[in-house]
């Protein structure tokens, strides 16, 4: 049985194929498209994916789309009704949307598929499982565990904010949800938009920021009392009830009012792009506090009413990682497993998989040798040897072509332990926003420099944000203060105690930037301002060629630790082809681009005649 | 058609007959609004719509 999962027209569409209960492909259409968080139908996607699975789309059994359109339609107009006649202005610019495209959903898609190939109507099963179910079936069914409590939270699907579920063997069962317009998402939305960062992409630069809030110290205090007194109530359960007359978002086109939060703060909204101060970092740090807090309910309540050992997680605050290290460090669960591409694209695989086990009634089967069902999450296309020759022929490339991959890796190593910055693209792309070590940037850890040269130089990205570390899962609790795996960079954890560098005296009266070049470990470019690593082991059952990497850097360092960010530049979506890791290579001040068994030399290419500048291709994220 | 077939069908499985007035209403409402210009989406919010 082959079913084909899509999500589409808000953000981060995706397609997914699997085939009796296997995933084979998934992918994002801003990888194809260059449009960062493309909400347009994912025909690229679909089509790889079809193509993947060699199928002609007329032999599949299922098209399912993650979320049920009725549904939602009908919250925004019951919200329109119970708020009329404030939502107005929102109303206006909803019902063109709704009228136009996205009553007919159903027309659309199969009219989308058709520029694939021309659907049978008839043949061709659509199927619409709720947003939160497929949220929920993208975490469980590929878990390793038979019976599991099920955490979802994000923005809003069709009324669901969260919601816990129950997943036993090929069912999972809704125990509880949270409706909107209370939504923990949302409120944490509310804040990247308030620090003046875009809804919707901006929130882990949020993530990013709170720790440079100064803990414990009055103004984050105040901050937190003045959220949870006015802006929530947060109740035993986890839930939030957000206080609507500070909030915006359910009538108009804005997060908050933004006079009111000033009032309620003490200062106006930050402008995109200027700035950022102090207060900032304090209230980006309050408001992590209040999410960490209420997420851990949350869990708590999931434990309570399933009694479950084992919680899987989705949805947009799943990517939280921060709140997701301290939900493991409250062990009220033996493990948890995180699915990688947990905001919507996700939805796409767990719609598949809901309609596979749920609607179809499929029989569940765990492989026990396996740490989930998902690969690595290393579902995208492919790389091959003829992709890269025709690219280093269109841009005269030169290179150097390694048939044996002990040598190349050798050489590899070498280059990062001499301080050089590596293009990293090798086998399938990853599913889901982080890079997993199939589309990265790598580099040493020990450089006291890297953070700073990485993110002004390759990245053009804002001075402050971190980095994270891959390490070998066989060493990771000799670097940090984990022992457990982390596949997907879902955990956020501190730097191994004895590693770490005290912090001086006058530390929390240190400017922003001071505090980011205080040197604060062994391991500089990877330990944030708080000690703490966004941590990814990395497997030899699903990424061999970077853990080989990874031997080899250790036995010329002592370090099994690198540098791995997304190979990309501000604005941009991860690098999909060579060719897209070519171009971001020469545009940016990376040293070699190591793609498949090639490697290139940045000294050794003829000079980049293409004068294209990222800033007006990408718009700044 | 279909699409007419899914809201009889949907309004019948939520139950909520009330909104079949407001939805007239609002459609009828919408299809001016359709007829009378083009949306954008504002960049400052989440995409709820």
Redesign the interface.
Known sequence: MTILGISAF??DSAAAIIRDGEVLAAAQEERFTRKKHD?AFPTNAARFCLQFAGTSINDIDAIVFYDKP???F?R???T??AYAPKGLQ???????????EK??L??LIYESLDSIEKVDRKKVKLLFPEHHLSHAASAFYPSPYEKAAILTID??GEWATASICLGEGNKITNLKQMDFPHSL??LY?AFT?FCGF???SGEYKLMGLAPYGNHGSPEVEKYVAIIKTKLIDLKEDGSVFLDQKYF??AT????VYDNKWEELFGFPRRGGESMLEQKHCDLALAIQLVTEEAVIKMAKEAKRLTGADYLCMAGGVALNCVANGKLDDAKIFKQIFITPAAGDAGGALGAAYAANYIYYGNERKIDPTKMDALKGSYLGTDTNEQDIRMVASKYKGHFQHFADENELVEKVAGLIAGGNIIGWHQGRMEFGPRALGARSIIADVRNPEMQKKLNLKIKYREGFRPFAPIVLAEDVSDYFEHKDISPYMLIVKPVKKGRQIPYPANFNSKELLDKLYFLRSDMPAITHVDYSARLQTIHKETNERLWKLLQSFKSKTGYPVMVNTSFNVRGEPIVNTPEDSYRCFMRTDMDFLVVGNFIFDKTKQPEWLEKDDWKTEFTLD | MDFLKDLWQFLRARKKWWLAPLIIVLLLIGVLLVLGGSSAIAPFIYTLF
């Open positions: 808000y953000h909400p009725l549904l939602k009908e925004l107009l019951e329109y009704y929102s109303f206006m610019m909803s019902m063109p949307v709704w009228l136009k009553l007919f159903k027309k923005g809003v998402g949302l939305s938009y875009k809804v919707n915006n978002y108009g086109l804005r997060m």
